[in-house]
Nanobody, 122 residues
């Protein structure tokens, strides 16, 4: 059974940076889709970035502020977020899919973490 664990959220001031981590447990495949999503109160789940092997997708609102990467440890992923804005306040999730379309919707991801809260104050 695949388990996903996020960490690294917190409360920061506008303009500051955060790095979120995501560790995937129980995976044996080398290639899978890894998605970063967020959900603000009262809003739907929003896709941020997706990686599959060397391929990457970023939502338009990222505008170069966020970078998704894979760590040296297998099955470890990061989302580096810079120049954070109050509108980035949300619960952030990572999720995996064995296979996905491009770019995939959140419906294609089967294993989700519990989320990590990011709060940005002005």
């Amino acid at each position: 059974q695949v388990q996903v664990v996020e960490s690294g959220g917190g409360s920061v001031q506008a303009g500051e940076s955060l790095r979120l981590s995501c560790v995937v447990h129980g995976y044996s495949a080398d290639t899978y889709c890894l998605g970063w999503f967020r959900q603000a109160p009262g809003k739907g789940r929003e896709r941020i970035a997706v990686t599959r092997s060397a391929r990457q997708y970023y939502a338009d609102f990222v505008n170069g502020r966020f970078t998704a990467s894979r760590g040296n440890a297998k099955y470890t992923h990061y989302l580096e977020m810079s120049t954070l804005k109050p509108e980035d306040t949300a619960m952030y999730y990572c999720a995996t899919a064995t296979a996905c379309t491009w770019p995939p919707t959140h419906h294609e991801f089967s294993a989700w973490g519990q989320g990590t809260q990011v709060t940005v104050s002005s």
